[in-house]
């Protein structure tokens, strides 16, 4: 299930006389007509409940709202809204409140002038959708989240796009920069963690009420190994493949183009493997009483598997009092230590499955009614 988690929408009124909306304006002149220009104005920064955040702009011509929809007014947005009409629901509720005209939808195309040489576009008479974010839930599996990660990490996807795995293993990305499309898989109950941690910070902080959701929430994305899919459309694919007029594109349109990572799942087989010390054997099994046992049995392990010769550093029974606790997660060390037969801190490794996300009982989807009767409120 895809649903939208970022919307850049605009639309040009050429008859203007719109209200200037942002935080400052610069009035222009050209200097040798002296030919007023149209002003520039900066964005406006608007915040809702949950410290959620979009931008507005208007010149006096073009209107233009940037943000998540599916965040607004919201705690969380593990999932969200998944039509087109929905979000702009959203937005055209904000702009009522600049008494700013309404986004529309596109019902006719125009060419659009362009210079000498270069191709002819189009222009519709309605909103432009100029990026968007489509984003889905992997369950790769309690735990799994960073082996998958990496495991995507190793792949190019689309054309040749090379991967980039940030330091921390939870998220990696293909295509940062690019004016065409970015890819990312990231761990969510990772990234849910690090918004809390701000939001506890912050003067107000959290309710009592909102910190239990949301941490149960982590909770559930942490035992269902919660991997976030997202792409991200951005102007030059949307006019390539003419998907940038609302109200002539439907949400289907998008999905030829959101399959990048899927097709690198299809040709790539990931495995978890868990590995644990020699010390954390012997305790866990209750083979040695303390840690400070388990270290030293673990160390006489580390010198056999380097090659030495422990019966000629240890006293015969001290020797066999080790190689008897040794010999319990199967290793020998009265042999001498041969590498293809023996890796004595794997324990297990199994292939990941990806299976579809499901959305736990107690949560709390996105409607839009709830959005758009919740104050907001400029902060810049």
């Known amino acids: 299930m895809y649903f939208i988690d970022q919307l850049f929408m605009q639309q040009v009124h050429p008859e203007g006389g719109l209200p200037l909306v ?43 709202i940037e943000g998540n929809p599916s965040r607004w007014q919201r705690m969380d947005n593990l999932f969200g809204l998944k039509t087109l009409d929905e979000c702009v629901d959203i937005y055209n509720h904000i702009l009522r409140k600049y008494d700013l005209p309404e986004f529309t939808k596109n019902t006719k195309l125009f060419p659009r002038q362009s210079p000498d040489g270069k191709s002819t576009s189009l222009v519709g008479n309605g ?56 890819n990312k898989l990231y ?14 910070r912050k003067k107000d ?9 949301i941490e149960q929430l982590i909770t559930y994305c942490d035992e269902q190994g919660v991997v976030r899919n997202e792409s991200s459309l951005k102007q030059l694919l949307l006019k390539k493949h ?22 690198a799942m299809n040709t790539i087989q990931i495995s978890h493997d868990v ?24 160390s006489y ?13 240890l006293k015969e029974r001290q020797f066999y009092e080790h190689n008897s606790k040794l010999k319990q997660i199967d290793i020998d060390i009265r042999h001498q230590f041969d590498i293809p037969l023996l890796f004595p801190t794997f324990k297990r490794s199994e292939v990941i499955k990806v299976e579809p996300f499901k959305i736990p009982q107690t949560y709390l989807m996105p409607t839009v009614e709830n959005s758009n009767i919740l104050p907001f409120r400029a902060i810049a």
Request: proline content about 3%.
């Open 22 to 64: 942002g935080t400052h304006v610069i009035e222009r002149l050209n200097l040798e007509t002296g030919e007023a220009l149209p002003p520039s104005v900066n964005q406006k920064f608007l915040e809702g409940s949950f410290s959620t955040k979009l931008i507005i702009r208007c010149d006096g011509q073009k209107v233009r």
């Open 127 to 182: 909103a432009e959708i100029t990026s968007i974010d489509w984003t889905q839930n992997l369950a790769v599996g309690k735990g799994n989240q960073a082996s998958f990660i990496r495991g995507m990490s190793s792949m190019q996807i689309g054309r040749g796009r090379k991967p980039h795995l940030f330091p921390n293993g939870k998220s990696c990305g293909w295509g940062y920069g690019s004016s065409w499309m970015i």
């Open 187 to 200: 761990d969510k109950a990772f990234e849910l963690r690090e918004h809390l941690k701000k939001d506890k």
């Open 205 to 213: 902080g959290v309710l009592e009420k909102q910190l239990e959701y």
């Open 242 to 263: 003419r998907l940038q007029f609302y109200g002539l594109v439907s949400e289907e349109d998008f999905l030829p183009h959101l399959n990048d990572i899927e097709n």
């Open 275 to 298: 590995h644990k010390s020699i010390a954390d054997q012997l305790l866990e099994l209750n083979i040695v009483k303390s840690r400070q046992a388990a270290n030293a049995t673990q």
């Open 301 to 313: 392990a580390i010198m056999w598997q380097s090659g030495s010769n422990i019966r000629e550093i």
